[in-house]
């Protein structure tokens, strides 16, 4: 007798937002389309925030971090174009639902957050190199990166992790956010100058507070 597989209480919300979040907001690669429809974003999260999983808004974790809302992951990655047999650096991973794919190191300082990670990526993404590490140091031991993804926003990027991009062909992409408030998606290129950063679209996600600059002294 055929054993009926198991239901997925959580098949219908992950296309929902698909069809109403992702696609809509200019989402085309159809690999990504695919990955969202199909990775169980819930089991990123905590048991009782799994039923925030694909609602279209930053859920909240821990220390001033979130998960990214899927609207804003999907098109963060389509905008850095990932490439087959790349390798790529995430950085705030936190519970690492943005690292599936490509060569990936993800590095995080929290501790919750990367065993949070693991669990999910066991099973779906086991190539991904989960690290402990200070955010703002990269993770130079696995450099140079093609691409190199800040999941949340920065006032900018940190110098010691854009040095650690291939030159000519590295792309980093994160969310600049200024003092007001207001956040932008931004795509950066190496170049023989230096990394060139260009504004993509407005958005908003809270700031990394590890990532964060130093106070400086004032008189």
């Known amino acids: 007798m055929d054993v009926a597989a198991p239901i997925d209480p959580f098949a219908d919300p992950r296309n929902r937002m698909v069809d109403s979040q992702i696609r809509p907001n200019k989402v085309y690669d159809p690999r990504i389309l695919t990955a969202m429809r199909?990775?169980?974003?819930?089991?990123?999260?905590p048991p009782a925030l799994a039923s925030l999983a694909y609602v279209d808004e930053d859920v909240p974790l821990r220390n001033g971090r979130v998960l990214m809302e899927p609207m804003l992951t999907a098109r963060l990655i389509e905008l850095i174009g990932p490439v087959a047999g790349e390798r790529a650096l995430v950085v705030a991973s936190g519970v690492g639902y943005g690292a599936g794919g490509v060569r990936v190191t993800a590095v995080e300082d929290d501790d919750a957050l990367?065993?949070?990670?693991?669990?999910?990526?066991?099973?779906?993404?086991p190539g991904v190199t989960l690290v402990?590490?200070?955010?703002a140091a990269g993770w130079p031991a696995n450099a140079p990166y093609d691409i190199v993804f800040i999941e949340g926003a920065v006032t900018a990027p940190p110098p010691m992790i854009s040095a650690q991009l291939r030159q000519e062909v590295g792309r980093l992409v994160t969310v600049i956010r200024g003092a007001a408030g207001n956040g932008q998606a931004v795509r950066g290129e190496?170049?023989?100058?230096?990394l060139q950063m260009r504004r993509e679209f407005d958005c908003a996600t809270p700031l990394i507070p590890a990532l964060l600059p130093a106070p400086a002294f004032t008189f």
């Open 190 to 194: 190496t170049t023989q100058a230096g």
């Open 114 to 125: 990367l065993a949070l990670a693991r669990a999910g990526l066991s099973e779906i993404a």
């Open 38 to 45: 199909t990775i169980p974003r819930e089991r990123f999260l």
């Open 132 to 135: 402990a590490g200070p955010l």
